[in-house]
């Protein structure tokens, strides 16, 4: 029991254990520095009465047991000294500590918006407050994140859900209807329950590009952008929108499915988002250490200030218009985690007559610090 009562003494009893030591340490060294000199003193004692510079008999000093016997008194009452000033010194620097201990108990159990706010002096303990509050924040925005966008995936899973249901009660409840009517309800549930698979799709390619990248390959970026252009001609042609290729080899690093995941939704958002007779262009170079992308389009003019929410789950620059499916708000935000997972550089820019410029730089090889 007693050892386990010292094996959990406080971080105060033994820093007042350690400061005692050494203020004890230090009165030894002091009473050692004057006690040995004293010891051997032979005092002066003038006899009768000689003249002021006459010194006619030496009689002995302090006598050694009583230079003794004072020293071991004050080495006595140093003990409790040095552990009452071991104690409060050790107190004073842990008060900070005790003050980051409880907030963040606090911060972690019930409110996130709180904060340490360590003010003077500027020590480690303030700059490990000040660490602590920047992580805190970072938490903060995590979790609202995360809130923001469970929400936002239980509303757009329960509206095709919503409508399918309704759709098959409306065909059910009607008594009169035929075969070709039925044949049409189970047309339509197939069309929302593709709307839902593809929402799923995406939202596990979501997950999986904020995991990170598990596996680095060496691939051509230019071949990848062929590959998607392969399957993409066709919904261009009916939406209008021609696109145009300029691609040179350029050798990168990474998961190659998720690089065709971010490649496929910019130019998917870059034909969803644009007009009659508008136009994509893709381009692939190297770049002396890196390969990058650029899939610049036409389109609606963007405010600056719009640009950044866009690459956040969920969001839309505009409402569906004239019943026209225009995505689920994710396809930047998987470019986005994408471009994050390979330590990519994103920059994106409005175009003045209209449409965005996203250019996407990866580096050719494979870094030694990376998995």
């Given at each position: 029991?007693?050892?386990?009562?010292?094996?959990?003494?406080?971080?105060?009893?033994?820093?007042?254990?350690?400061?005692?030591?050494?203020?004890?340490?230090?009165?030894?060294?002091?009473?050692?520095?004057?006690?040995?000199?004293?010891?051997?003193?032979?005092?002066?004692?003038?006899?009768?009465?000689?003249?002021?510079?006459?010194?006619?008999?030496t009689?002995?000093?302090?006598?050694?047991?009583?230079?003794?016997?004072?020293?071991?008194?004050?080495?006595?009452?140093?003990?409790?000294?040095?552990?009452?000033?071991?104690?409060?010194?050790?107190?004073?620097?842990?008060?900070?500590?005790?003050?980051?201990?409880?907030?963040?108990?606090?911060?972690?159990?019930?409110?996130?918006?709180?904060?340490?706010?360590?003010?003077?002096?500027?020590?480690?303990?303030?700059?490990?407050?000040?660490?602590?509050?920047?992580?805190?924040?970072?938490?903060?925005?995590?979790?609202?994140?995360?809130?923001h966008?469970?929400?936002?995936?239980?509303?757009?899973?329960?509206?095709?859900?919503?409508?399918?249901?309704?759709?098959?009660?409306?065909?059910?409840?009607?008594?009169?209807?035929?075969?070709?009517?039925?044949?049409?309800a189970?047309?339509?549930?197939?069309?929302?329950?593709?709307?839902?698979?593809?929402?799923?799709?995406?939202?596990?390619?979501?997950?999986t590009?904020?995991?990170?990248?598990?596996?680095?390959?060496?691939?051509?970026?230019?071949?990848?952008?062929?590959?998607?252009?392969?399957?993409?001609?066709?919904?261009?042609?009916?939406?209008?929108?021609?696109?145009?290729?300029?691609?040179?080899?350029?050798?990168?690093?990474?998961?190659?499915r998720?690089?065709?995941?971010?490649?496929?939704?910019?130019?998917?958002?870059?034909?969803?988002?644009?007009?009659?007779?508008?136009?994509?262009?893709?381009?692939?170079?190297?770049?002396?250490?890196?390969?990058?992308l650029?899939?610049?389009?036409?389109?609606?003019?963007?405010?600056?200030?719009?640009?950044?929410?866009?690459?956040?789950?969920?969001?839309?620059?505009?409402?569906?218009?004239?019943?026209?499916?225009?995505?689920?708000?994710?396809?930047?935000?998987?470019?986005?985690?994408?471009?994050?997972?390979?330590?990519?550089?994103?920059?994106?820019?409005?175009?003045?007559?209209?449409?965005?410029?996203?250019?996407v730089?990866?580096?050719?090889?494979?870094?030694?610090?990376?998995?």
């Open positions: 029991m007693t050892f386990q009562r010292l094996a959990r003494r406080s971080l105060q009893t033994r820093l007042a254990l350690a400061y005692a030591a050494g203020f004890y340490a230090a009165g030894l060294f002091v009473l050692a520095l004057v006690a040995v000199p004293l010891a051997n003193i032979d005092a002066a004692i003038p006899k009768g009465r000689p003249s002021a510079r006459a010194i006619t008999q009689g002995p000093g302090i006598s050694l047991p009583q230079l003794l016997a004072g020293s071991a008194v004050a080495l006595i009452v140093l003990i409790p000294v040095a552990l009452a000033l071991g104690w409060f010194v050790a107190g004073r620097f842990l008060r900070p500590l005790r003050a980051i201990t409880a907030t963040a108990r606090i911060i972690s159990s019930e409110d996130l918006h709180r904060r340490l706010d360590l003010g003077e002096p500027a020590d480690e303990l303030t700059e490990l407050g000040h660490t602590l509050d920047d992580l805190f924040a970072r938490l903060q925005a995590s979790f609202d994140a995360q809130r966008f469970v929400a936002n995936a239980s509303h757009e899973l329960r509206t095709p859900l919503a409508g399918l249901r309704t759709l098959l009660e409306v065909a059910l409840a009607d008594p009169d209807a035929d075969a070709d009517a039925l044949r049409t189970c047309q339509e549930a197939l069309a929302l329950g593709e709307h839902q698979e593809r929402l799923v799709e995406a939202l596990l390619t979501l997950a590009s904020d995991r990170g990248v598990a596996r680095w390959d060496i691939f051509d970026l230019a071949r990848v952008v062929e590959g998607v252009l392969a399957t993409r001609r066709g919904p261009a042609t009916e939406a209008g929108v021609d696109l145009v290729e300029h691609l040179t080899p350029a050798a990168t690093a990474g998961d190659a998720l690089i065709e995941s971010l490649v496929a939704n910019l130019i998917d958002n870059a034909i969803r988002h644009n007009h009659a007779d508008g136009h994509v262009k893709i381009t692939t170079q190297a770049s002396g250490t890196q390969a990058v650029t899939v610049t389009n036409s389109g609606p003019v963007i405010p600056d200030g719009q640009i950044q929410r866009l690459f956040h789950p969920f969001q839309k620059l505009a409402p569906d218009r004239n019943g026209r499916h225009r995505g689920y708000g994710l396809g930047l935000a998987i470019v986005n985690a994408v471009t994050q997972a390979h330590h990519a550089t994103l920059t994106t820019s409005a175009r003045p007559e209209g449409g965005l410029s996203i250019t730089r990866f580096a050719h090889r494979i870094s030694s610090d990376r998995p």
